[in-house]
């Protein structure tokens, strides 16, 4: 299957406090038409960040290296009314919804500007595509709704709105930056059934930014884990739950509780997450890492194939089977 977005060797510096810090180190991936990819790891690991220049999205003063193609185009040479393209093809749904629209005008404002200025349609035609829009996400009386202020919605209405705003200039691709997070339990699950319920009807693609691996295992055909500006795991989504390749995979996937037996105690990752600037010599998890030996600390490993997936870990074949092995107590 021929990818529509492909990132390759994907690095970013931000200037802070008069200084260029990376946050992405070696980001590498690939989404086909159709397909969700989830994107996995800690606060910091720099999830939003890759959304961000895939979205052309980066703050002002960042660098960027390395290749983002969507359909065969060059996203960084895009300029102009090319690049006003591509961000109608290539849609973001944001963590947030209440940072993302202004207060003091109404949904209709927002959802209708957005398709004019994206799709160049008059306002009594951008007003009725809007209303359909919101009945696709499963919000009635549209007309009445595009007449309210974002204070007078609930988060998970405010989300369903951004939705359906996204669904207006119909991309291809979807990058989902946690958009369930603000959200209760019910309402995250109603939210992720009609995203997926669209990109499936749509055929678009999803990039799919979580911290929880089980989610993007439910959702994603692939799950991409990120640690410390890299991409240190991408397998397809069943195999990687059930059996990861990267001790950092393994160490999430053990983290989380289970409704199908009992521990005296869930294993923690010992250490803090680090951000690609602060990042050791070496492999970044190695001072995490129960695996680690001297070469794991003295290079740093490159992302290779294994087992129908890639892992940048210097000990993945070894280790392969060993990772998820842990102490159950089923008293």
């Known amino acids: 299957m021929s990818a529509l977005l492909e990132v390759e060797h994907l690095a970013a510096r931000l200037p802070v406090e008069g200084e260029l810090r990376t946050v992405l180190h070696d980001v590498s991936l690939s989404i086909a038409a159709g397909e969700a990819v989830g994107l996995v790891g800690e606060s910091g690991s720099g999830k939003s960040m890759t959304a961000r220049a895939v979205a052309r999205l980066l ?93 007078e919605l609930s988060g998970g209405l405010l989300q369903r709105v951004m939705i359906a705003t996204m669904l207006l200039t119909e991309p291809r691709l979807v990058l989902a930056d946690e958009p369930t997070t603000a959200l209760d339990v019910t309402t995250q699950a109603e939210v992720m059934a009609i995203l997926d319920e669209l990109r499936r009807e749509r055929g678009m693609a999803l990039l799919f930014i979580t911290h929880d691996l089980e989610l993007a295992g439910a959702v994603c055909d692939r799950t991409s884990v990120m640690y410390a500006g890299s991409i240190v795991e ?19 996937a053990t983290a989380r509780p289970t409704i199908d037996a009992s521990v005296r105690r869930l294993a923690a990752i010992p250490g803090r997450p680090v951000s690609a600037f602060e990042a050791p010599e070496g492999c970044a998890f190695a001072p995490r890492c129960a695996y680690a030996q001297d070469r794991c600390r003295a290079t740093r490993p490159p992302i290779e194939a294994l087992d129908g997936g890639l892992v940048r870990c210097a000990r993945a074949e070894e280790l392969r089977g060993r990772l998820t092995e842990k102490v159950v107590n089923h008293g």
């Open 59 to 151: 703050p002002s003063g960042a660098q960027a290296d390395g290749a983002i193609r969507f359909d065969g185009k060059d996203v960084a040479a895009l300029k102009g009314g090319g690049l006003r393209d591509y961000r109608g093809e290539v849609a973001m749904v944001f963590q947030d919804p209440r940072a993302h629209v202004n207060p003091v005008r109404t949904i209709g404002d927002f959802m209708v500007e957005a398709l004019r200025a994206l799709r160049g349609v008059d306002r009594g035609t951008a007003r009725k595509r809007a209303v359909a829009a919101l009945a696709d996400v499963g919000i009635p009386e549209g007309e009445r709704r595009l007449g309210q202020y974002p204070h």
């Open 234 to 252: 991408t397998r397809e989504s069943a195999k990687l739950h059930d059996d990861p390749l990267h001790p950092y995979t393994a160490s999430l």
